[in-house]
């Protein structure tokens, strides 16, 4: 893993996104003209051409953690089954808590699934020194990507996953409730906290949290940890030294810092956080019951079809202030979805294929048009929605920065932080606690 701060983010992809931002005229999708197709001499046009009519008939199974997004992954599979009539793809959405476990019993009982969605970094490397993946490096899609990207999605030195999409993970907020209340957009934690006890005194709820679903939480915890950790109290091989059994949870202060803010968010959140899924959330905020929702941009779907208007114009986009120095409060923006072929399917060339069209611009429209959230593929669109262009400083100044870099342990630590914070929530245990508990558990799984 690039250790560096990488953003991930082509120059290209900047610049188009920021394009979009200042000239966003409230259309919430990126219309046909601008999305149906590229210029005929495209490069990227299709990368993949149309079976021939002597191929033989293949399906291929494509396993992704996309399930909110199963609609517009499944409009991509229908205009790449339109491309090549003799592959058809067997598409297996799988929700993201349960993601993990399926995808290695699969692959462990022999149950080849062709394609499938891997995140960069620990997780790739496991699957790659397993012997599930396929090289991509010298595949011509490839050539779609900044090299800035797959350098950092690089393991060992070699391209096992193609980038797929990419987005900020923030905190969107309804616009009315922060104007009835005169309340600022807040630049530091401790304004954050303001903010929320204001909304909360006001009668109205401060967060919408769907914490029954694992990963939301896990999600959360991923990231205000490594950023406090690394950015906040400068434990830089924090870490590194985790993975070697040469750090405890105990030494850093960050640990704290992390059960406090979450004892913040449990506090400031809807009744009964963790009974209601991600989807409840989504839908709560939606309903403007709530005021603000961190998370990536993955709902807009969701709220332009069930709250159009607050899609048009209701709703903002804030950088979550894990910190109280506005200078370090960047702008979150990580790498999502990748795609990876397995090193053992029967249909590599079938496969291949199913990436080079992903990799295409008429894929990419459809991705982002549908899916709301932005592709790496050059020249795609960058037109998710409108409250995206509140995002439009931290861009124009490069005030980006991605806090998984900075985790380059293996040891699976969100987990069990996830599990042992909400003993705290509900009085079970004592932050000590389960600071003690976590190095515990480092000690006696990774010897």
Not at 310 to 336: Q, V
């Amino acid at each position: 893993m690039n250790k560096k701060l990488g953003l991930g983010l082509s120059v290209a992809m900047m610049t188009a996104l920021l394009s979009a931002c200042g000239g966003n005229n409230g259309n919430n999708a990126a219309s046909p003209a601008n999305t149906a197709s590229a210029p005929a001499n495209s490069a990227t046009e299709s990368a993949s051409a149309p079976a021939t009519e002597d191929t033989e008939p293949v399906t291929i199974s494509f396993m992704h953690f996309k399930s909110d997004a199963t609609d517009g992954i499944n409009k991509i599979v229908e205009q790449f089954e339109a491309e090549n009539p003799n592959i058809k793809v067997d598409v297996q959405p799988v929700k993201f808590d349960d993601y993990a476990t399926l995808l290695k019993t699969k692959l462990a009982s022999g149950d080849i699934v062709d394609v499938f969605t891997l995140n960069a970094g620990s997780t790739t490397k496991l699957y790659k020194d397993g012997g599930y993946l396929e090289d991509l490096t010298d595949q011509e899609f490839m050539k779609t990507f900044d090299p800035g990207v797959l350098a950092e999605q690089a393991t060992d030195g070699r391209n096992y996953i193609m980038p797929l999409n990419a987005g900020p993970i923030a905190v969107f907020y309804n616009k009315k409730i922060f104007a009835d209340l005169g309340i600022e957009i807040p630049t530091t934690y401790d304004a954050l906290i303001a903010a929320a006890q204001k909304i909360k005194d006001s009668g109205k709820t401060p967060f919408a949290l769907g914490w029954k679903d694992g990963w939301p939480l896990g999600m959360w915890l991923s990231r205000d940890f490594p950023s406090n950790t690394v950015l906040v109290d400068k434990q830089t091989d924090f870490f590194d030294k985790l993975e070697k059994g040469e750090a405890k949870f105990a030494d850093n202060p960050a640990t704290k810092t992390t059960i406090q803010h979450a004892l913040d968010m449990f506090k400031y959140g809807n009744k009964d956080q963790l009974g209601v899924d991600y989807n409840g959330a989504v839908d709560m905020f939606a309903r403007e019951e709530a005021a603000m929702m961190y998370m990536g941009t993955w709902p807009l779907p969701d709220i332009e079809k069930k709250n159009p208007e607050l899609f048009a114009t209701g709703m903002g986009y804030f950088p979550y202030p894990f910190s109280n120095d506005p200078a370090l409060n960047k702008l979150e923006f990580n790498p999502d979805a990748s795609v990876a072929v397995n090193s053992k399917s029967e249909h590599k060339e079938a496969a291949m294929k199913f990436l080079a069209y992903l990799a295409s611009v008429p894929a990419a429209n459809t991705w982002v048009e549908n899916v709301k959230t932005l592709t790496y593929v050059k020249g795609a669109s960058t037109d998710i929605a409108p409250a995206v262009s509140d995002l439009k400083p931290y861009f124009d100044n490069g005030q980006l920065y991605n806090s998984q870099v900075y985790i380059t342990t293996t040891i699976d630590w969100t987990t069990q932080f996830s599990q042992y914070v909400q003993k705290v929530f509900f009085n079970k245990a004592t932050a000590d606690d389960i600071i003690k508990d976590l190095d515990d558990w480092v000690a006696k799984n990774h010897k």
